[in-house]
T-cell receptor, first 113, second 112 residues
Framework: EDKVVQSPLSLVVHEGDTVTLNCSYE??????LLWYKQEKKAPTFLFML????IEKKSGRLSSILDKKELFSILNITATQTGDSAVYLC?????????????FGKGTHLIIQP | NAGVTQTPKFQVLKTGQSMTLQCAQD?????MYWYRQDPGMGLRLIYY???????DKGEVPNGYNVSRLNKREFSLRLESAAPSQTSVYFC???????????FGEGSRLTVL
C-alpha cells in the first residue's frame, strides 16, 4: 500500500521567513511526486517531480526530489500572507491503471503579517 | 474556461437519503476521479475511471457508486447516506494516467 507522510502538519511563521515542507513516501512502483496548494477550495498544481536531484522552481517556490532516500521538500522563500494554505504532497504509482494519486495529510502553513 | 465543474456545491441530507454528485470536465481528459477530504485525513480516492466505459474502486469505495456517462461526465451516487459520509467531495480529471490532476471546487455534503 502506497504511503505519503508530510511534516510538519502545521506551521506558523512570519512574513518574510523561509519555510521548508517535507514529504516522505513509500510506493511500490514510483512514477512521480506532485505538490499542490489548497486554499479555500480546490487544490491547485504546483510541481511534478520525476527525477532525483533536479530542482523545479516557480518564483519563490522550489522543490526537489530524492528517490534514493524517498523524500521531497518544498521550499518557499520570502513568504507572504498569500502563501497561507494547505500544501499537499502526492505520489503516483506506475503499477497498472489510472488509479490516481495517493495524498499525504497536508501541511497547514500560516503566514503571519 | 470552466475546467472541472461539480454540482451541487452544498447539500444536506438525512440518514438514508440518496443523492448524486455530478461532475463534468471540458478538457477532453480520459481519466476522472472522485476523492473525499476529511479533516486530518487528506484526500482519499473513492472511485476512478481511466477511460469512458470503465470504472474502478479506489481506497474508500464502500457506500458509493459511480457512472462514467460519457467522456465528459462522471457522477458519484450515495444510495443510502450515512453520517460517516459527511465530507467534502472533489472530482478531478487528468490527461495522462494520473500525473497532474485538475480539481473541481468541491461539494460539501452533510449527512444528519
Amino acid at each position: 500500500e502506497d504511503k505519503v507522510v508530510q511534516s510538519p502538519l502545521s506551521l506558523v511563521v512570519h512574513e518574510g521567513d523561509t519555510v521548508t515542507l517535507n514529504c516522505s513516501y513509500e510506493v511500490t512502483n514510483f512514477r512521480s511526486l506532485l505538490w499542490y496548494k489548497q486554499e479555500k477550495k480546490a487544490p491547485t498544481f504546483l510541481f511534478m517531480l520525476t527525477s532525483s536531484g533536479i530542482e523545479k522552481k516557480s518564483g519563490r517556490l522550489s522543490s526537489i526530489l530524492d528517490k534514493k532516500e524517498l523524500f521531497s521538500i518544498l521550499n518557499i522563500t520570502a513568504t507572504q500572507t498569500g502563501d497561507s494554505a494547505v500544501y499537499l504532497c502526492a505520489v503516483e504509482d506506475s503499477g497498472g491503471g489510472a488509479d490516481g494519486l495517493t495524498f499525504g495529510k497536508g501541511t497547514h502553513l500560516i503566514i503571519q503579517p | 474556461n470552466a475546467g472541472v465543474t461539480q454540482t451541487p456545491k452544498f447539500q444536506v441530507l438525512k440518514t438514508g437519503q440518496s443523492m448524486t454528485l455530478q461532475c463534468a470536465q471540458d478538457m477532453n481528459h480520459n481519466s476522472m476521479y472522485w476523492y473525499r477530504q476529511d479533516p486530518g485525513m487528506g484526500l482519499r480516492l473513492i472511485y476512478y475511471s481511466a477511460s469512458e466505459g470503465t470504472t474502478d474502486k479506489g481506497e474508500v469505495p464502500n457506500g458509493y457508486n459511480v457512472s462514467r456517462l460519457n467522456k465528459r461526465e462522471f457522477s458519484l451516487r450515495l444510495e443510502s447516506a450515512a453520517p460517516s459520509q459527511t465530507s467534502v467531495y472533489f472530482c478531478a480529471s487528468s490527461n495522462l494516467r494520473a500525473g497532474e490532476l485538475f480539481f473541481g471546487e468541491g461539494s460539501r455534503l452533510t449527512v444528519l
